[in-house]
């Protein structure tokens, strides 16, 4: 008889899980890191099976494993789902079978027949334990305090890993993010360019580059000061994603210019987009102080073509038609 397999909850289930998802972690390809730490533990312990796994809203996810050939198990049945609710200490089950919480449970009643199983929770920062790092055997085994000492310091040894990852992804983030837009910066356009390029080659996906460039911002620094020409810059970012579909790319690169790397490749449905973009932000804008201010914009166009294979290329092409566009404005004032 399969008896209906039940784990206990953590009380602060929903702020864990938010650090679990925070680690952008769960799904990820292997990392030799984990990996390397795992085959150690598994060497060390002279056990069969070592794992790093994190446990999800109802799945216990391995990130690393020697001597598992699943991915992931389902919550109910994990060891860790225990290990977790106590984030302070190691869980140790010297023999399952003798243990009223996993008697039953089917990776020990069926194959593959598991009678030992220490786990230590992975707690992160703020106290949370994202899951476990755990040895299983299929034997029963005591594992004396110098053993479980090390077992603790092997869970230091992977948040230690799992805080460096975190942190070289923030730092990445950072390193692509304008930081007063919160937009895409330069280096991510030049990325999200690259990309459409390269899908434009290889199976004729259109795009075009618009460049944009407001007009007489400077005006507004002067009146109005500096951090207003920093609130409008926002509003003008606001305002021109609001009008781009999803996949397309909005960024600033620098000073009071954006640019667009845009899935259409039709001229004259862009041409629309443009004049889209042009009366959304010539709308008056309100600044905080209470002061309401009109700002332009001129935009330049450049459509991808079969033939082109550069993003510089294509870029100065619409930062001259921008400043076409400026010339001829210019005139008209
Ligand atoms: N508030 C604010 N101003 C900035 C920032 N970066 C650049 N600027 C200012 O933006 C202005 C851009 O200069 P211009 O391109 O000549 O401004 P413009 O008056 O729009 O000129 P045209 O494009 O010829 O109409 C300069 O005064 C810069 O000091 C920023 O982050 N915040």
């Not at 925070?22 to 533990?41: G, Q, Y």
């Not at 243990?99 to 593959?112: E, H």
């Not at 990325?191 to 434009?200: C, E, H, I, Q, Y």
């Amino acid at each position: 008889m399969i008896t209906e397999q039940r784990c206990p909850i953590p009380e602060n289930e929903t702020a864990r899980l938010a650090a679990v998802h925070s680690h952008h972690i769960l799904d990820t390809e292997p990392e030799i890191e984990f990996d390397a730490l795992t085959r150690v533990v598994a060497h060390a312990f002279d056990v069969p099976i070592a794992v790093i796994a994190m446990m999800d809203t109802d799945r216990l996810w391995f990130k690393s494993k020697v001597g598992l050939d699943v991915p992931q198990l389902d919550r109910k049945v994990a060891f860790c789902a225990h290990a977790i609710v106590a984030p302070k200490s190691a869980l140790v089950i010297p023999d399952l079978q003798d243990d009223i919480r996993f008697a039953d449970n089917p990776l020990v009643t069926n194959a593959p027949h598991l009678r030992f199983y220490a786990g230590v929770p992975l707690v992160d920062t703020t106290g949370h334990a994202l899951g476990t790092i755990a040895i299983i055997d299929v034997q029963p085994r005591v594992l004396n305090h110098a053993e479980q000492a090390s077992l603790l310091d092997c869970a230091t040894l992977v948040m230690t890993a799992l805080q460096g990852r975190l942190r070289a992804s923030v730092l990445e983030q950072m390193a692509m993010t304008d930081y007063l837009t919160a937009l895409p910066n330069r280096a991510q356009f030049d990325n999200a360019l690259s990309g459409a390029m390269s899908r434009a080659m290889r199976s004729g996906v259109p795009f075009s580059v618009l460049c944009l460039d407001l007009n007489g911002f400077k005006n507004v620094n002067d009146r109005f000061g500096h951090a207003a020409g920093d609130e409008v810059l926002c509003e003008v970012a606001r305002r021109l994603s609001g009008q781009l579909r999803q996949g397309d790319t909005l960024a600033r690169l620098g000073g009071d210019e954006f640019a667009i790397v845009t899935q259409e490749g039709d001229h004259g449905a862009v041409a629309v987009l443009a004049q889209r973009l042009v009366a959304s932000v010539g709308q008056p804008i309100m600044l905080s102080s209470g002061d309401t201010i009109h700002v332009g914009i001129s935009v330049g166009i450049a459509p991808y073509r079969a033939g082109i294979t550069s993003t510089l290329f294509l870029l100065d092409q619409a930062d001259k038609a921008l400043y076409d566009t400026k010339h001829q404005n210019a005139k008209l004032v």
